[in-house]
Nanobody
Framework: QVQLLESGGGSVQAGGSLRLSCVLS????????MGWFRQAPGKEREGVAF????????YTDSVRGRFILSKDNNARNTVLLQMNSLKPEDTAMYYC????????????????WGQGTQVTVSS
């Protein structure tokens, strides 16, 4: 059974950094998109960063220049989300998601989801 395993959340002061990791396990395919969504209390889940099958990355405007999504070259099907210059408005539950094919911001097209990891940024 395909699983997404996340790690790396926590609490940090504004201006600090965190790194999230997501492993797509028991997945034998290729040509997959891996991305991160986040959901704050009372808000809809929003796409944050995506890594397309060709390795290109896209970011939502609010995190561009602060977050970096990369592939972990030491581990198969693993992506890392480096979050720098964190702001209180980045506080949310962060979810890793994956699908076969291109990336989209629509949550409904993602087949696989992680359990979520909490990120809390205090002012």
């Amino acid at each position: 059974q395909v699983q997404l395993l996340e790690s790396g959340g926590g609490s940090v002061q504004a201006g600090g950094s965190l790194r999230l990791s997501c492993v797509l396990s028991k997945y034998t395919g290729s040509n997959n998109c891996m991305g991160w969504f986040r959901q704050a209390p009372g808000k809809e889940r929003e796409g944050v960063a995506f890594r397309a099958p060709d390795g290109s990355t896209t970011y939502t405007d609010s995190v561009r220049g602060r977050f970096i999504l990369s592939k972990d070259n030491n581990a198969r099907n693993t992506v890392l989300l480096q979050m720098n210059s964190l702001k209180p408005e980045d506080t949310a539950m962060y979810y890793c998601a994956a699908r076969r094919g291109p990336c989209y911001r629509d949550v409904s097209v993602y087949n696989y989801w992680g359990q979520g990891t909490q990120v809390t940024v205090s002012s």
